[in-house]
């Protein structure tokens, strides 16, 4: 079979490797298959590249484009999976862990597609939290905005998801409008080629926005100036010595870290044998135990189970081991491939026999294991292996040393306190489960292992037919953890998007912040027009286009009908003095939901126009009790207008009821989804 020339994308250039490249070898045969470097990159050319090209190109974008590329690229990744599911035998990869890495990446894509659309703004400035009043009337307020970092994203990935480790970093960082410099792993960056290969063959991507080091990294990271980030996914040993660089160091360049981690997984005590309970977390180990040959940074390394429970968490992990096929990855029936190469085989042993120091092995040895359709010796084949702490208070190498394999240790636990404080001797982790039915021990658990956790996971017998596992990081949800687990943090919706932004605190007059923020600010000019804002368009609409309707008075007859027609009698609407004995009302009130209702009566215009439909109310507040004979008047105004598809788009009006007096009765925002276009 040819070895494979796996090229590195430089500045709109395929590059070949050089004499300096590293044999890569199957994980399956053993054989040479591919090599990957040269130690010629131009480094400086392709951080230039990415600042100049790509990054313009990005920025230039809004939320909303960039979100349409994500979907574009993950629907067209998604026509090539059988190419990469091909490539990625040759790392170990099974056909379900395919499922993990490939179809997992492009569902992360397709996540921060969808939030990108729904919880950013057409616009290319982020808004982060609400306004703050700063000054008593209200003509100097501030604002947390965020803009795109104007340098490039330096990803470096590990071996052990070619396809999800680099797409889970990029789409964020697209999405933020930041270019790309992805490094994968030697060990399996001929499936990360393919995969850059595909999506810029699409043309989806504007020029630099991703480009990609096959190999050595070279001196790329001695250029790095403070609008880059590096973010990093490896060995804590590497991301020590990479974030020590000098130039990350003077430049104080974000360096995000996620690193080795030694999750825990805690079973209940209320999960006796025989509950669901028990069977879940069987279930639960032994999957985080054999997917991907248990090279998962969030694979469960410690399982700590109620003393009593101890031996028949062992008898029923050895009997669900044992049936594990392993073998060749691309045979269907294979459950568990080898490890990614010799050179991790050789680690993973070492650490498995530091561990024995602490710990009896109760399954697996590393010389006696069936493995079918593929020679045990010239693959980096290991089985699962299984070991018992006795002591664990005492123990060092179970709670500090990561085997990066199919390795896991099980410890007892006499009581809560005692299982949280072995969980917490990883001294800092991506992810920790508790499998319980008790919802008092969770909250004991979460209260005493969330600070030393990026992720806490509970499941039983409730969620456990739609929960997504243990070791599942998901795009909607923080991934990484404290201390050892690096203190970076990844993924979790828009706030991944937003490590490669910076917020800025900005401050002004209503006036301005309306005008930077595109979305209207109490107290900044009105806009009027002649015509009724609900017979114009979506586009005709102006940010501070404000209605001022009629007033209406409110009487006693008004209220009563409200109560009889609804079936809300309620106390303070009906019976004065009942009413006046309540702290918050002078006597008998109109219902809020009357105001509400009176007030659309007030604004509505009726006839058939771009308004198609009210979609909701946002942050209502009835802020003055209106009585009989009060009268109540609506401003509406044009917050922010919000593009949702082909025809239509969303708007967000501030709504405010005013008293004769001018006091504010109540406030809210309204949502209508409004047309494009008329008929
Ligand atoms: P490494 O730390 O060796 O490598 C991680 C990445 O860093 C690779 O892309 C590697 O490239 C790169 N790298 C290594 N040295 C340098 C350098 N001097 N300059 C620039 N880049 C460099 O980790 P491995 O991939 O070998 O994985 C080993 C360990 O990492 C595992 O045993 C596990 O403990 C941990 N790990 C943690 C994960 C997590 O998410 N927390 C996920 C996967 C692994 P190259 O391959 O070319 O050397």
Redesign the pocket.
């Known amino acids: 079979m040819a070895v494979q020339n796996v090229e590195s994308h430089v500045a709109g250039q395929w590059i070949g490797c050089d004499s300096a490249a ?1 044999d890569i070898h199957s994980a399956v045969t053993g054989d040479l298959i591919a090599r ?2 040269n130690s010629a990159l131009d480094t400086e050319a392709m951080l230039e590249y990415a600042r100049a090209k790509g990054g313009s190109a990005l920025r230039a974008m809004t939320f909303h484009d960039r979100a349409r590329m994500l979907k574009a690229l993950a629907l067209h990744l998604g026509q090539h999976k059988k190419a990469l599911y091909d490539a990625s035998f040759a790392t170990g990869s099974t056909h379900k862990d395919h499922l993990i890495d490939i179809d997992g990446g492009i569902g992360t894509l397709l996540v921060f597609a969808s939030k990108g659309r729904r919880e950013m703004p057409d616009d290319t400035i982020y808004l982060d939290g609400n306004i703050e009043q700063l000054s008593r009337s209200g003509t100097f307020l501030g604002q947390h905005i965020c803009t795109s970092l104007t340098g490039a994203a330096v990803h ?6 070619p396809v999800w ?1 680099m797409l889970e970093k990029l789409a964020p960082t697209l999405l933020a409008g930041v270019p790309a410099i992805v ?5 399996t ?1 001929y499936v990360t080629e393919l995969c850059v290969r595909i999506m810029l063959e699409s043309g989806l991507l504007p020029d630099g926005a991703v480009q990609l080091i096959s ?3 070279g001196a ?2 001695d250029d790095v100036g403070s609008q880059d980030v590096i973010s ?8 020590l ?2 974030r020590s660089t000098p130039s990350i160091l003077h430049n104080a360049t974000r360096f995000i870290a ?4 030694l999750n825990a997984s805690i079973l209940g005590p209320d999960a006796e044998v025989g509950t669901p309970e028990f069977d879940l977390f069987i279930k639960e180990i032994t999957r985080e135990t054999t997917a991907k040959a248990g ?4 694979a469960i390394r410690r399982i700590i189970a109620p003393e009593p429970l101890v031996e028949a968490v062992i008898t029923a992990l050895r009997k669900t081991l044992e049936r594990t096929i392993i073998g060749d990855p691309s045979d269907t029936a294979t459950q568990m491939g080898p490890l990614v190469s010799q050179a ?1 085989r050789r ?2 042993l070492q ?1 498995a026999a530091l561990i024995e120091q602490d710990a009896t092995r109760v399954f697996g040895h590393p010389e006696k294991f069936q493995v079918s359709g593929a020679d045990r010796k010239k693959g980096a084949f290991v089985p699962p292996m299984l070991f018992y702490c006795e002591t664990p208070d005492t123990a060092q190498y179970v709670h500090d040393v ?3 394999g199919p390795v896991s240790t099980v410890m007892p636990y006499r009581d809560l306190d005692h299982a949280l404080r072995l969980t917490n001797k990883g001294k800092g982790s ?1 992810v920790a489960s508790v499998i319980t039915n008790d919802g008092d021990f969770a909250r004991q658990a979460a209260l005493g292992a969330g600070a030393f956790h990026g992720r806490l996971y509970f499941n039983n017998r409730q969620s456990m037919n739609e929960s997504t596992g243990h070791g599942s990081p998901l795009p909607h949800m923080v ?1 990484g ?1 404290p201390g050892r ?2 203190g970076g943090e990844e993924l979790g919706g828009v706030r991944g998007v937003l490590h490669y932004m910076q917020r800025t605190a900005v401050q002004g007059s209503p006036d301005i912040l309306t005008r930077i923020n595109r979305k209207w600010t109490a107290g900044s000019a009105e806009v009027t027009r002649d015509a009724h804002p609900f017979t114009r368009t979506f586009h005709e609409l102006e940010i501070g286009e404000t209605l001022h309707t009629a007033s209406r008075e409110i009487s006693l007859a008004d209220i009563e009908t409200f109560a009889h027609f609804t079936g809300d009698t309620f106390y303070a609407h009906m019976d004065e003095a009942a009413a006046k004995r309540n702290p918050f009302f002078p006597g008998r009130v109109a219902h809020g939901y009357l105001l509400l209702s009176f007030a659309a009566g007030l604004f509505v215009q009726p006839d058939e126009g771009p308004v198609l439909a009210n979609t909701g109310l946002d942050n209502l507040r009835f802020l003055k009790p209106v009585q009989a004979g009060d009268s109540i008047q609506v401003h509406l105004t044009v917050k922010q207008k919000t593009p949702r598809n082909q025809d239509y788009g969303e708007v967000r009006w501030h709504v405010t009821l005013t008293n004769q007096n001018g006091e504010r009765a109540a406030e809210y925002e309204l949502l209508t989804m409004n047309a494009y276009s008329r008929g």
């Open positions: 590293r990957a470097g470096i990935n590990a071996f052990n998801f480790g490094k994968p792993a030697t060990a960056c190999g050595d990294i790329l990271l990093f996914t490896g060995s804590a040993q590497t991301a010595k990479l996620e690193q080795d981690s090279q998962k940074c969030t991790q680690d993973v650490k990561e085997a990066f991506l991934h953890g687990a690096g």
